[in-house]
């Protein structure tokens, strides 16, 4: 089972890009990386998934390199509203698919 | 389109009462999740299920905890008798199958936040 770290908090301010980076040393082949984003009050929200390389989307992009063991998610030019917890996973490819192992996620909060 | 639908959103009951909680999920999802998530902490899953079968429940209390999807859609999540442990919010969340099979996008309710007194 692959075990992710991320930080435990950070702050930022308005305008400013925010880079979230997630450590999965144990990452197997067939995993994908998946982050998550959590609103106060709510459920979480996919937010992107990637193998290798870069994604990106309207939200945000996210960098894999070579040996996987990594990612950073890239939200640019946050705004208050982005105020959240981010949950970085990785694929638990276990006799039951689909399953998603949250760990204590990021707890991001931008100033004004 | 209508996201996933819980109810209620908030319950408050005595330790030792029984207590029910209600998931719709999206039209078309055959896959369904009951999540547990305790302050300050990611959601824990607690069983999931591919149309009425439950397929993995090996997280799920299975003393005081119990669930169905009867139909195939809509489940309930129960829990009798209720502990003092059990105050958290419960998450269902759906999904459709794509080719990415392991790890499909879920989609989250809003969550009904449980507290046992």
């Known amino acids: 089972l692959a075990k992710t770290t991320q930080p435990i908090s950070m702050d930022s301010y308005e305008g400013q890009e925010v880079n979230i980076t997630c450590s999965h040393n144990n990452i197997a082949t067939n995993d994908y990386i998946t982050w998550y984003q959590q609103f106060p009050s709510q459920g979480p929200r996919f937010i992107i998934q990637g193998y290798k390389t870069k994604v990106t989307n309207e939200v945000a992009s996210l960098f894999i390199p070579a040996d996987r063991k990594s990612s950073t998610l890239s939200l640019p030019r946050v705004s208050l509203s982005d105020t959240a917890v981010y949950y970085c996973?990785?694929?638990?490819?276990?006799?039951?698919?689909?399953?998603?192992?949250f760990g204590g996620g990021t707890r991001v909060l931008v100033k004004p | 389109e209508a996201g996933v639908v819980q109810s209620p959103r908030y319950k408050i009951i005595e330790k030792k009462q029984p207590v029910a909680f209600w998931c719709n999920p999206i039209?078309?999802?055959?896959?369904l999740y009951w999540y547990r998530q305790n302050l300050g902490q990611g959601p824990e899953l607690l069983i999931r299920?591919?149309?009425?079968?439950?397929?993995?429940d090996s997280q799920l209390p299975k003393d005081r905890f119990s669930a169905e999807r009867l139909k195939g859609v809509d489940s309930t999540l129960k829990i009798q008798p209720a502990e003092l442990g059990d105050s958290a919010v419960y998450l269902c969340?759906?999904?459709?199958?794509?080719?990415?099979?392991?790890?499909?996008?879920?989609?989250f309710g809003p969550g009904t936040r449980l507290t046992v007194l």
């Open positions: 039209s078309g999802h055959n896959t």
């Open positions: 299920y591919e149309n009425e079968e439950a397929v993995d």
């Open positions: 969340a759906s999904s459709h199958p794509q080719d990415m099979t392991l790890y499909n996008e879920q989609f």
């Open positions: 996973l990785v694929g638990d490819d276990g006799a039951a698919g689909n399953k998603l192992t």
